[in-house]
């Protein structure tokens, strides 16, 4: 066929050397798969009787075939349990012995010898059926080629190379094997095989022979390679599995499945049978036997139904990095779906497996912000912020004390923690602010003097940077708190030295309502008169940060002070919330109007300059229904046509017109769910015979005979 259509064989193939006047004669050449028919590539080698090595390197294997004078002669193949693919062949087929292949492989092993002539000269088997098996051995390594869309080809002309000549290969007697008898076998197959995939549309379901099955065989002769296959047909074993159990090739194999299909003696499981088996299994002590039913069934079926409970017989048996991933889908398809309680409970249970997984705490503290819970949020970030650093993660240690002080300001811990992430990536004078926040933060918990104690505990722990100590201390010394604090344990030792009682009294009392007052009061007012132009920049969070450290200094002993911060922290955070709050009715105007590009815009500005809000932590769940909404808008029409033509009784068509749809990655946990469900009942459908002869009927009811008959 490659001789007849040389143009287009010329536009595929590239020669590896000028061609002789016969195409293909005498020279080497490449090409992709998929751009030419390989059944062309054989047939030519054939019709220039050429000898030399042709290589096919597909998506997951490389197979090399020599060829002499045209002949097929020799084949790489994969080991099978631990065995060459040829001894493994003679050995299921009951043509040599188990002990004689052990022997014969140790003396392979020992001396190099071909396992051809190995296996001749132990007189176990004859040179024809020597050539039959290896010729079968070699019709199922090149026969799956011709189906490779993608990949590489090449040929080289010479005699066998280096890995033409070890154990792995499969060698034929003088004669060879006939190049035409393998594309014609190729070719039935790559036919018999779409025939196949129209009936055994999911590679991973599992089959099994139910009462009605057995009925009919009853009454039916069966061939011996099928009694083999139906012993394994009972709704545990996968196909693949099938094949290596009973010594059959993958073909025949699924030939014999979709035979037994097509005649309604069986059916794949459907989701929900093979979860309850799966379980049964685990309560029964078959831990591993149900992971295997439950891996099988998450690879069509990825809901939550098979998700959990393969997550939890994972961590049953140890098997922890499987277990986490599998815990992290169910937690996203939670988050899509809305439920942050649940995302949060499973949240719970991966920590536990994995306790040492700074991101897992740092998702845990997102979601406790998104349901408004505070304490546990900030606490959720500063242990995440921890984790991060043990790791030098500096970056996400960052934003994890950020967010823990946008939520409680006032906490020390996110100040301690972001500094210390600062010195680690080398930015001291950022740690020094750091520092300082900390001494204010510090000082909201502890009286002054404790607080200095707390404070240079911390920096020698922390900080081994001489400079930054001497200067955080510096001005924790110099701060108004100290010098009160000192001024005030002066005052009260003069006073009790001069006078007793009264004067003490008295000099305190002065102390109090005049000097700390007017302090106070002068910064107070300071920040007062600058508040509208900060608030205007959404300077919020500094603006609360500065009051917060003026109530540490004044507001215990000034109550006239603390009053009128109080009132000030109250309109920053009321303004802060009105802001915020408008941007998120922006968000949702947008939304409501179809224009989610910028709603996305309006989310993403408001979880960035209003953190902490109420409405910060409900983007997220605002973000999640935008998102469903425009999914929701894209997919919705074509899962109601596939609907409509499942009704009109085109059932292929609607589970073909399913399929795209169910493929998108970025579709909503709920809609999937739904979709999901109804794929499984309508493939269900297709594979039951009572089910399609009640649609045959109903086609009948409308007159249509020849579609009657082709349902």
């Known amino acids: 066929m490659g001789l007849n259509r040389p143009q287009t064989m010329h536009s595929a193939i590239k020669p590896c050397r000028q061609s002789s006047p016969s195409y293909f004669a005498g020279m080497g050449f490449s090409g992709q798969l998929g751009t030419v028919n390989l059944a062309d590539i054989f047939q030519t080698l054939q019709m220039n009787r050429q000898s030399g090595t042709l290589i096919v390197a597909g998506p997951a294997e490389t197979v090399r075939i020599w060829f002499s004078e045209g002949q097929v002669m020799r084949c790489t193949t994969p080991p099978i349990d631990g065995r060459p693919y040829l001894m493994h062949a003679v050995m299921k087929k009951g043509l040599t012995p188990t002990e004689i292949v052990e022997d014969l492989l140790r003396r392979h092993r020992q001396t190099g010898q071909p396992l051809r002539e190995l296996l001749l000269h132990a007189g176990s088997i004859s040179e024809s059926d020597l050539d039959e098996i290896c010729a079968w051995c070699i019709e199922e390594q090149v026969c799956p080629t011709f189906e490779w869309q993608t990949g590489e080809f090449s040929f080289e002309e010479g005699p066998p190379g280096p890995d033409l000549q070890g154990g792995d290969v499969v060698e034929m007697g003088a004669g060879g094997l006939q190049t035409t008898s393998v594309v014609m076998e190729a070719t039935r197959r790559k036919d018999e095989w779409k025939r196949i995939r129209d009936i055994?549309?999911?590679?991973?379901?599992?089959?099994?022979?139910?009462?009605?099955?057995?009925?009919?065989?009853?009454?039916?002769?069966?061939?011996?390679?099928?009694?083999?296959?139906?012993?394994?047909?009972?709704?545990?074993?996968?196909?693949?599995?099938?094949?290596?159990?009973?010594?059959l090739t993958r073909f025949d194999t699924y030939a014999i499945v979709a035979q037994l299909v097509v005649a309604g003696v069986a059916r794949a499981r459907g989701v929900a049978e093979i979860v309850d088996d799966a379980l049964q299994l685990k309560a029964s002590g078959e831990a591993q036997r149900a992971r295997d039913l439950l891996e099988n069934a998450v690879r069509s079926a990825p809901v939550a139904e098979v998700l959990k409970p393969l997550a939890e017989v994972c961590a049953e048996l140890n098997?922890?990095?499987?277990?986490?991933?599998?815990?992290?889908?169910?937690?996203?398809?939670?988050?899509?779906?809305?439920?942050?309680?649940?995302?949060?409970?499973?949240?719970?249970?991966?920590?536990?497996?994995?306790?040492?997984?700074?991101?897992?705490?740092?998702?845990?503290?997102?979601?406790?912000?998104e349901l408004g819970n505070v304490e546990p949020a900030a606490q959720g970030f500063t242990a995440a912020a921890q984790a991060y650093l043990a790791t030098k993660a500096v970056q996400k240690a960052v934003d994890a004390c950020h967010r823990a002080k946008n939520i409680l300001p006032r906490s020390p811990d996110p100040h301690r923690y972001l500094a210390r992430a600062y010195l680690l990536d080398g930015n001291t004078e950022t740690a020094v602010?750091?520092?300082?926040?900390?001494?204010?933060?510090?000082?909201?918990?502890?009286?002054?003097?404790?607080?200095?104690?707390?404070?240079?505990?911390?920096?020698?722990?922390?900080?081994?940077?001489?400079?930054?100590?001497?200067?955080?201390?510096?001005?924790?010394?110099?701060?108004?708190?100290?010098?009160?604090?000192?001024?005030?344990?002066?005052?009260?030792?003069?006073?009790?030295?001069?006078?007793?009682?009264?004067?003490?009294?008295?000099?305190?009392?002065?102390y109090e309502k005049n000097l700390l007052k007017e302090d106070g009061l002068r910064q107070t007012t300071s920040l007062?008169?600058?508040?509208?132009?900060?608030?205007?920049?959404?300077?919020?969070?500094?603006?609360?940060?500065?009051?917060?450290?003026?109530?540490?200094?004044?507001?215990?002993?000034?109550?006239?002070?603390?009053?009128?911060?109080?009132?000030?922290?109250?309109?920053?955070?009321?303004?802060?919330?009105?802001?915020?709050?408008?941007?998120?009715?922006?968000?949702?105007?947008?939304?409501?109007?179809?224009?989610?590009?910028?709603?996305?815009?309006?989310?993403?500005?408001?979880?960035?300059?209003?953190?902490?809000?109420?409405?910060?932590?409900?983007?997220?769940?605002?973000?999640?229904?935008?998102?469903?909404?425009?999914?929701?808008?894209?997919?919705?029409?074509?899962?109601?046509?596939?609907?409509?033509?499942?009704?009109?009784?085109?059932?292929?068509?609607?589970?073909?017109?399913?399929?795209?749809?169910?493929?998108?990655?970025?579709?909503?946990?709920?809609?999937?769910?739904?979709?999901?469900?109804?794929?499984?009942?309508?493939?269900?459908?297709?594979?039951?015979?009572?089910?399609?002869g009640e649609r045959a009927v109903a086609i009948q009811t409308t007159g249509d005979l020849q579609g009657a008959l082709a349902a």
């Open 319 to 369: 098997q922890v990095p499987r277990a986490v991933e599998l815990y992290l889908t169910l937690i996203q398809q939670a988050q899509d779906a809305g439920d942050l309680n649940l995302a949060l409970s499973y949240l719970d249970t991966v920590i536990g497996l994995s306790p040492d997984d700074p991101d897992l705490q740092f998702e845990r503290a997102q979601v406790h912000a």
């Open 433 to 510: 602010v750091e520092y300082k926040s900390l001494w204010h933060a510090l000082l909201t918990v502890h009286r002054p003097r404790k607080a200095l104690e707390e404070l240079v505990t911390i920096l020698d722990s922390d900080c081994k940077y001489a400079a930054v100590k001497d200067q955080v201390l510096s001005h924790a010394k110099n701060s108004e708190a100290v010098k009160t604090s000192k001024a005030i344990r002066t005052l009260a030792y003069v006073a009790m030295a001069v006078v007793v009682g009264v004067g003490a009294f008295a000099g305190w009392r002065f």
């Open 200 to 247: 055994i549309t999911d590679p991973d379901a599992l089959y099994l022979v139910d009462n009605d099955g057995r009925n009919y065989l009853r009454n039916q002769p069966a061939a011996p390679e099928m009694l083999k296959v139906l012993r394994y047909l009972d709704g545990q074993h996968s196909l693949e599995a099938i094949a290596q159990s009973v010594g």
């Open 528 to 692: 007062d008169g600058m508040m509208a132009e900060r608030l205007a920049k959404v300077e919020h969070i500094s603006v609360r940060e500065q009051i917060a450290a003026l109530r540490g200094e004044f507001g215990v002993r000034v109550p006239e002070v603390d009053a009128r911060l109080s009132i000030m922290d109250v309109k920053v955070t009321q303004d802060f919330e009105a802001r915020a709050d408008a941007l998120l009715s922006q968000s949702e105007a947008l939304r409501a109007a179809g224009k989610y590009a910028e709603s996305y815009v309006a989310l993403d500005d408001l979880a960035a300059r209003y953190v902490g809000t109420r409405a910060a932590t409900a983007s997220a769940v605002a973000r999640t229904r935008i998102h469903s909404e425009e999914i929701g808008t894209q997919v919705l029409g074509r899962a109601e046509s596939a609907k409509q033509r499942w009704a009109s009784g085109d059932w292929d068509g609607a589970v073909k017109e399913l399929e795209p749809v169910l493929a998108r990655k970025d579709l909503p946990g709920d809609i999937r769910k739904e979709l999901t469900s109804r794929q499984v009942e309508w493939q269900g459908a297709l594979r039951s015979s009572k089910r399609l």
